[in-house]
Nanobody, 120 residues
């Protein structure tokens, strides 16, 4: 089992910044993908950013140029730096941990979610 602990959510004004952290513990594989997804009320969950154990990153189109994802490999922690936030970024953000060998219908492990609210 893998446990994911998220932190850093909160309320911020438009144009501001937040940093989200997610620490994984338990049965950690050295090769994995970690990242963040978000879901706003009434909307589908969408990719924010992911990063592989090799450092390859992928960002959702709506956050490119504003968000940066990074990893602390020794601590199994992923950090999402969010800059230039706007109200459209308001959502519950979920940390995701994906070990190798999963099929397309398996999504790995999820955190409880942390609320990010951006006021105008």
């Amino acid at each position: 089992q893998v446990q994911l602990v998220e932190s850093g959510g909160g309320l911020v004004q438009a144009g501001g910044s937040l940093r989200l952290s997610c620490a994984a513990s338990g049965s950690i594989f050295s090769v994995n993908v970690m990242g963040w997804y978000r879901q706003a009320p009434g909307k589908q969950r969408e990719l924010v950013a992911i990063i592989t154990s090799g450092g390859t990153t992928k960002y959702g189109d709506s956050v490119k140029g504003r968000f940066t994802i990074s990893r602390d490999y020794a601590k199994n922690t992923v950090v999402l730096q969010m800059n230039s936030l706007n109200p459209e970024d308001t959502a519950v953000y979920y940390c995701n941990f994906r070990p190798p060998g999963l099929g397309p219908n398996e999504s790995g492990y999820w955190g409880q979610g942390t609320q990010v609210t951006v006021s105008s």
